[in-house]
């Protein structure tokens, strides 16, 4: 039988390949208990990419990002997730991509906040948020 690489689990191909970066343990991040609606903890950037572990207690109100790819991971929490003309409930352990120019949202459903992983490409700098309409039939 040929074994194939490709098909390991991500988590036992990391156990058998040494450490390129260093890393962060994202379950020590927890969310400031005064938080309001929004806590953002920046992990790193260089010219290519900007990494957070964000905390949202209630939503994250519609925008796009007119230069930018965003990755989110969901770690903790559930919410309503907006992507374009979809909507879906999200969990943790899903994966979101919203590509640059896509709308997109998430209303909070959880009793906790949501806590997600958000890598964005290239480096973010806080100017390219752009908020606008979002029409919902909830």
Known sequence: MKFNF?????????????PIIAGADLSTYTAPSDMKNLH??????????????????NEVKAHIHKEHTELIYVL????????????????PGD???????????VKVTSKIPLKVLSIQTPKFIGKDRFFVDLKTNN
Do not use: W
Not at 6 to 18: D, E, G, R, V
């Open 6 to 18: 490709y098909y390991l689990p991500l988590c036992l191909i990391a156990m058998l390949s040494p």
């Open 40 to 57: 953002i903890d920046e992990l790193g950037s260089s010219e290519s990419s900007s990494e957070f572990v964000i905390f949202v207690r």
């Open 76 to 91: 903790e929490g559930e919410g309503l997730f907006y992507l374009g003309e979809t909507k879906q409930i999200i969990k």
């Open 95 to 105: 994966f979101i991509r919203v590509n640059k120019g896509i709308v997109h949202a």
